[in-house]
């Protein structure tokens, strides 16, 4: 009966040692999806707050195109201005060169006549 008891008792000593171990392992294992659940969120949320980020730069940057070809338009009719003011310049130059000719042969011509008259 002795041993019997002490059979006994070593049953017990097992059966309580294997359902502590299957109790600290379950736990363990709770605590290890609490923690990959955290993990989890943490990861959504930066995440979300990339996608967040990625979004405004995204739009930012169409924001930018658009002020650049707006840039590029205006930079391209301010030297069609300019063009046509250099030409119109050169034009005008080319005028007055002509008119300042065209005086200095008139004045010429005046000075021969009169100096042809006070000859006689």
């Known amino acids: ?10 049953l017990n000593f097992l059966f309580t040692s294997f359902l502590l171990i299957v109790l600290s392992t379950a736990s363990a294992r709770a ?8 993990n989890a969120s943490v990861a959504y949320e930066k995440m979300m707050d990339a996608k967040q ?8 940057a169409a924001f930018a195109e658009k002020k650049l070809a707006s840039a590029k338009q205006k930079m391209a009719k301010a030297e069609r201005e300019a063009e046509a003011a250099r030409k119109k310049s050169e034009q005008a ?10 005086w200095k042969q008139a004045s010429d011509t005046l000075a021969n006549e009169w100096g042809k008259s006070e000859v006689k």
């Open 1 to 10: 009966m002795m041993n019997l008891k002490s059979t006994q008792s070593n």
């Open 31 to 38: 605590d290890t999806i609490e923690l990959l659940q955290k």
């Open 53 to 60: 980020n990625a979004d405004t730069a995204a739009k930012d």
């Open 93 to 102: 130059k080319i005028a007055a060169e002509q008119a300042t000719n065209r």
